[in-house]
């Protein structure tokens, strides 16, 4: 294993630590992980609860910053970021699912894929026209009226996915995206993330389940804070 940028990595973690006070004692959430993750992998980080996995994403994904060590999004050290710097790098480079899909109620599909791009300071029309266009690509073009409430557990989380894309990120971050889903439609929405990898963007899935792990073509395992196994599927 390997932190060494190799010209077209994305994403590299070098001898990262993350600390958290429990009283008076110290936790080690993360305890010297390094590795690279090159540009269009399709990778999962597997681990039971505990396991430091969802830390590691959150590190990744620039919401929040290491006790030591460096992180390199693009070749750029974001361990020092300020909270500015990091949003902006979130919302031009990143894309977020989640297993709880984190829709706005009061909001229909449509809107909740327009939002991420109100942030990139584009005009309302091309908000619609892109967030319907992704909405058309993943099979929700008749739902776009339709509210969260109104949705299959499956399809609030396609909604999560185009949600994601829609501001057509480098990286996506899927942090246990089929947790919450029964195995068929699990399976589903992982051949959706297939079919993103295929056109080119990176993808890491986080989860504690090993046949949604192996379902990437490169599975990081993580224990105790530790990287315990890293290989190809």
Not at 61 to 86: F, K, R, W, Y
Not at 189 to 213: A, K, N, Q, R, W
């Amino acid at each position: 294993m390997s932190a060494r940028l190799n010209g077209t990595a994305l994403v590299s973690l070098a001898g990262v630590y993350k600390t958290y006070a429990m009283g008076d004692a110290e936790v080690r959430a993360l305890d010297g992980v390094s590795f690279a993750i090159n540009t269009g992998e399709f990778v999962s980080i597997m681990g039971p609860s505990g396991s430091g996995k969802s830390t590691c994403m959150n590190l990744i994904g620039c919401l929040d910053h290491p006790t030591s060590g460096e992180i390199c999004i693009n070749g750029v050290d974001t361990s020092q970021m300020a909270e500015g710097e990091l949003a902006r790098l979130r919302n031009k480079t990143v894309g977020f699912v989640f297993q709880q899909y984190h829709l706005i109620p009061g909001m229909t599909v449509l809107e909740n894929v327009m939002l991420p791009l109100r942030y990139q300071g584009l005009p309302v029309h091309e908000r619609r026209e892109r967030a319907r266009e992704v909405l058309e690509r993943i099979g929700l073009g008749e739902r776009l009226r339709h509210r969260p409430y109104e949705l299959s557990g499956g399809q609030k989380q396609r909604a999560a996915i185009a949600r994601a894309m829609v501001t057509r990120p480098a990286l996506i971050l899927a942090d246990e995206p089929t947790g919450a889903l029964d195995s068929e439609t699990g399976h589903s929405v992982i051949d959706l993330f297939g079919e993103i990898h295929s056109e080119g963007t990176t993808i890491i899935i986080v989860t504690h389940d090993p046949e949604i792990g192996r379902m990437a073509k490169r599975m990081i395992t993580i224990r105790d804070g530790k990287i315990t196994g890293d290989a190809g599927v």
